[in-house]
């Protein structure tokens, strides 16, 4: 079904290298969301955008980048500096960044580390 | 700070039995708390929130200030509520907790 799309579902990484994780959302939301999630951690905040052209830090943003040109799409670039990227990573998106507007969620990208 | 703990990993019951599922929250704020669910092979989803104060399918929570928690109830679990819970609070962002499984035997 639509919505939020992640790709790709797997992806490998060699030591050193910057990998990008892609979310694409057609619900029209203006507020999206990189998490991470750990065995036993539940899902940690990495990076938010409440609107186009403007992001912040999570929790855990070390390590991580990211972008939003447009509405749609909000790229996760899992960085060098982040020395255990190994995880499963969640984007989600709602209408605004408020307290009551619900998450929805993608699939999710796995992340291995060669 | 927010934090989220849900203290039960697992918890197995028998169909037609009540489960609760706990969620107890800190935070210094009057925060939002929410349950979302995440069924086998189906993206995670949000049940219910505590602004909301509704049932869905036969779930209720209730916040309690005082013992800063908002459990998950059922009073008659069926088998198709096996699933992945987790307890999630928005204060100043939104914090989730690492979540219980919940099997339900026939």
């Known amino acids: 079904d639509g919505g939020i799309t992640q790709s790709p579902k797997y992806l490998f990484r060699k030591e050193g290298q910057n990998v990008t994780l892609s979310c694409e959302q057609n619900?029209?939301?203006?507020?999206m969301y990189w998490y991470r999630q750990d065995p036993g951690q539940g899902l940690r905040l990495i990076y938010y955008s409440q609107i186009v052209n403007d992001f912040q830090k999570g929790d855990i943003a070390e390590g991580y980048s990211v972008s939003r040109e447009k509405k749609e799409s909000f790229p996760l670039t899992v960085t060098s500096a982040q020395k255990n990227p190994t995880a499963f990573y969640l984007c989600?998106?709602?209408?605004?960044?408020?307290?009551?507007?619900?998450?929805?969620f993608g699939d999710g990208t796995r992340l291995s580390i060669l | 700070a927010q934090r989220v703990t849900q203290p039960e990993k697992l918890l197995s019951v028998f169909k037609g039995a009540p489960v609760e599922l706990k969620c107890n929250y800190s935070?210094?704020?009057?925060?939002?708390l929410f349950w979302y669910v995440q069924y086998s092979r189906q993206r995670l989803q949000l049940l219910l929130r505590?602004?909301s104060r509704e049932s869905i399918k036969g779930f209720t929570a209730d916040l309690n200030k005082g013992e800063t928690s908002f459990h998950l109830k059922k009073p008659f679990a069926q088998e198709e509520d096996s699933a992945m819970y987790y307890c999630a609070l928005y204060g100043q962002n939104f914090v989730f907790g690492p979540g219980t499984r919940l099997s339900v035997l026939p």
């Open positions: 935070y210094s704020g009057s925060p939002e």
């Open positions: 505590h602004i």
């Open positions: 989600a998106s709602s209408t605004r960044q408020a307290s009551n507007q619900p998450q929805h």
């Open positions: 619900l029209n939301h203006d507020a």
